[in-house]
């Protein structure tokens, strides 16, 4: 039974899919056929590559044909260009072309990224890629508000920036021709433990404080100018402005810093310019759960409260907003902020960075007085760089980036480019991959958006989890002998039917027609692979290959294997029997018969020291090793094969000396000692010098020149003399031996030499262990003398008396003074 209506019961994690796809490729087997698919919906969902076949004779009616398979197999199998395999695709719906400048009479119309709108088709698991382009334009709007805290350890701040519109101006002048400027201040929540409650503080909290005695109540957040192109207005508000006093050290600039967002209309942010909120203070913020020590446990709402006089009217109702709702609607309305602090709250300022996206921070000395140079390495450093976000980004839905920044290279996995100049593009592309089928809608929508700008890119997503061939069912069919629903080649049976094509009931006795679906008599039915259906097999699916034949016998998998891999990876697996590709023999295929692996460096089959089996060499020479067998430390040498007498080859025909020794011939000195010796026989020998040994061997000076192919060899004879020869292999498959000079034969030794030779090295190491044991004698009894001089100079005593001598008389003297409080008796020994 198969339906037309399918639930889409596969969700398959593109992980998931991947180690599907690695372990098909490992094993041979084919994802697209054990994925087991009952429909064509199912079939998209196991792979990309799977395509599903919806031609209504396709396969075999005596087996199951997977209509779900790879293209290739499917075209094999006959089903021709009758299948379904939708594509994920991108299509460009909107795409106006960037800008070069941003301040003109039509700067509404100013385009900073394109495209604008683009549609994707995605099929589950098969990517598709879009490219986007960035640009910071030339003489683009800039707002800027200044939001100052006025707390009392601001006062010098504020006094040293009664002027800073008028040189704020001057500087941004030079990179902008549209700048505007508002200004905003706040301290804190008025409650405790916040700020000063007692009545006494409620209207100058500075009571009691000798340092500066006045100040205005404590407030949360006032907007005080909108953004506006008058620098004399900005430069007058500052002046009225006066410092307050708070409790506790954290401030409440985040309830600012929000309504400064939010409230776009009151502040006055303009819609194509660059937002900046400048934010200067001397110490912590509070956050989010820290109202909670005022009793304040209503989470902030993110929304404006500025009431007529454009002041703070929740500050004493909610809680301080939270990091991630100030990012939040800092995002929305495309807001850069900037922290202007002390250099001792610069790390924790600095980490807040990685949470609010968009924002940058900078020190600021304690009176302010490097705000403007502040402002403008903080607008540099925004105007330098280009960084992606995603909004609604679908949960089913990957994205992955590649930027190219101004160096021309593309870096994966990056949605960021710094160090642009103005007027320099930075590239994107964007790869998008549905990881399934949404259990909802069939389409979603998310946005691309660089941080800070107005401009976004808007795309529609439509998952393609529908085949064509499901539009159109066609209900009781006569392809289904009317007992059915026909959809994508399968039939839909009514109750009742069942069948490829419906045509069998259910409870019709079939046992009398069931040995057809026998191989054999005693045999199982269908192999006990598959089921007796309509007196005809349909053979099981297996997550292991393909089980065919009348009788379901055959399969694709049950071949023999090598090392886990089916026929060795070079045959085809046919009915239990591996059929091997051309170059390949054996039961699995794992024999070559090539012999090109086994040659040596000389060419010759296993070094000539073995044989060449399945493309690897069988070394039969004992000790011989190596792939070629070219390694046997215990085999005989080429010299020794050369020298040994009597093995000399027939082959070696000519018989080379260096000029010095004339022509060699069978009867001359060296020839005769090498017949003597058994190093030549009679015949190897030959009448005279062929011209071809002497040519290019000596250099005149009667050394050898460099010849890498000629191998040197030396020989030592029964009387001790060595011969020096080389020998080379010739094309012709001869040996063309050279002797170097005549041989060299060394003397007895004479008894008598070696006698003095011994007898004067005794003496002569007797000898010198005694000048050795002489000289360091001498070292120490004179250092012994020099020892005893020394402590003689230093006794100092008369002559003729014993320092070791003592008096026999001692005398004491007794004092008999009485006292009546007191008595003494005091003594003493001269």
């Known amino acids: 039974m198969f339906s037309s209506q399918v639930s889409v019961p596969l969700h398959l994690p593109r992980e998931v899919m991947i180690w599907f796809f690695l372990f098909d490729l490992l094993t041979g087997l084919n994802i697209c056929t054990s994925g087991s698919a009952t429909s064509c919906e199912e079939c998209l969902l196991i792979h990309p590559k799977c395509v599903w076949c919806f031609k209504e004779d396709f396969g075999s009616l005596r087996s199951v044909t997977s209509r779900c398979d790879l293209k290739a197999n499917l075209v094999k199998n006959g089903c021709g260009d009758e299948f379904e395999s939708p594509a994920s695709s991108t299509q460009v719906l909107r795409s106006l072309p960037l800008s070069s400048k941003g301040s003109s009479p039509a700067s509404s119309d100013v385009i900073q990224m394109t495209p604008q709108k683009i549609a994707l088709n995605l099929r589950p698991g098969d990517k598709t890629t879009f490219q986007l382009q960035v640009r910071q334009v030339e003489d683009y709007p800039v707002d800027l508000y200044y939001l100052m805290d006025l707390s009392l350890s601001m006062k010098d701040d504020l006094d040293n920036i009664r002027n800073l519109g008028t040189k704020l101006a001057e500087e941004m002048g030079k990179l902008t021709s549209n700048f505007r400027l508002g200004f905003g201040s706040f301290v804190d929540k008025n409650i405790s433990p916040f700020s000063y409650t007692a009545p006494r503080y409620q209207t100058n909290p500075c009571i009691g404080y000798k340092l500066f005695p006045n100040c205005v109540p404590s407030f949360g957040f006032r907007h005080l100018l909108p953004l506006t192109d008058r620098v004399d207005s900005f430069n007058e508000e500052v002046r009225k402005q006066r410092v307050s006093r708070n409790r506790d050290a954290p401030e409440g600039g985040f309830d600012a810093v929000l309504q400064a967002a939010v409230c776009k209309e009151k502040i006055g942010w303009r819609k194509d310019a660059l937002h900046l909120l400048v934010f200067t203070t001397d110490d912590v913020p509070h956050i989010a759960l820290d109202g909670k020590l005022g009793g304040l446990v209503q989470p902030h709402d993110g929304q404006c409260h500025l009431n007529e006089a454009n002041e703070y009217t929740v500050s004493n109702q909610m809680d301080y907003p939270s990091l991630a709702l100030l990012g939040e609607k800092l995002a929305e309305n495309n807001i850069n902020l900037i922290f202007a602090v002390t250099k001792s709250h610069y790390m924790l300022y600095k980490n807040f960075t990685a949470l609010i996206p968009g924002t940058t921070v900078e020190i600021l000395h304690g009176d302010s007085k490097n705000i403007i140079q502040l402002i403008i390495n903080a607008y540099n450093s925004i105007r330098s760089k280009v960084e992606l976000s995603v909004w609604d980004q679908p949960e089913d839905l990957n994205l992955f980036f590649t930027a190219t920044c101004q160096d021309g290279v593309s870096y994966p996995g990056q949605r960021k480019c710094e160090g642009l100049k103005i007027g320099d593009t930075a590239t994107f592309e964007v790869a998008a991959e549905a990881r399934g089928c949404p259990g909802g809608p069939a389409s979603a929508a998310f946005t691309l958006r660089p941080v800070g700008f107005r401009d976004s890119l808007q795309v529609a997503v439509t998952y393609r989890c529908r085949c064509s061939c499901s539009a159109g069912p066609e209900p ?58 309509c007196n005809q097999c349909s053979c099981f699916e297996s997550e292991f290959g393909k089980i065919y034949g009348p009788f379901c016998q055959c399969d694709n998998f049950s071949c023999a294997r090598n090392r886990g891999v089916l026929c060795s990876g070079h045959g085809e697996c046919h009915c239990g029997e591996c059929k091997c590709h051309a170059g390949y023999i054996g039961d699995n295929c794992n024999c070559s018969t090539d012999i090109s692996t086994c040659l040596a460096k000389d060419g010759q089959v296993c070094s000539d020291r073995g044989r060449c089996v399945c493309g690897q060499c069988q070394c039969t020479e004992p000790g011989a090793f190596g792939e070629t067998c070219e390694k046997c430390p215990t085999c005989p040498d080429a010299c020794s094969t050369k020298s040994a007498p009597g093995r000399l080859r027939p082959r070696c025909t000519d018989l080379c000396s260096p000029p010095s020794l004339g022509h060699l011939r069978p009867s001359s000195s060296t020839a005769t000692a090498l017949l003597a010796e058994g190093f030549l026989r009679v015949r190897d020998a030959v009448a005279y010098l062929s011209p071809r040994c002497t040519r290019g061997l000596w250099n005149g000076s009667g050394s050898l020149k460099d010849d890498q192919e000629a191998v040197l060899c030396f020989y030592k004879t029964a009387k001790d003399c060595v011969m020096m020869f080389t020998y080379t292999e010739l094309p012709s498959g001869k040996s063309n031996l050279t002797v170097l000079k005549e041989p060299e034969c060394g003397t007895a030794p004479d008894a008598t030499t070696i006698l003095l030779a011994v007898v004067g090295s005794i003496l002569l190491i007797g000898i010198a262990l005694l000048a050795i044991w002489k000289l360091l004698v001498t070292i120490h009894d004179r250092r012994e003398f020099a020892k005893f001089q020394s402590e ?39």
């Open 476 to 533: 009781d069919s006569a392809r289904c002998g009317g007992k059915g629903t026909y959809v994508c080649g399968l039939c839909e049976c009514q109750p009742g039917h069942l069948g490829s094509r419906c045509e069998c009931q259910e409870g019709e006795s079939q046992s009398g027609r069931q040995h057809l679906c026998r191989e054999a008599e005693g045999r199982p039915l269908c192999s006990g692979r598959g089921e007796c259906s």
């Open 792 to 830: 003689r100079s230093r006794a100092r005593y008369e002559m003729a008396s014993n320092p070791l001598y003592r008096k026999p008389i001692s005398t004491h003297s007794v004092d008999f003074t009485f006292n009546k409080f007191n008595k003494s008796y005091n003594g003493t020994v001269d």
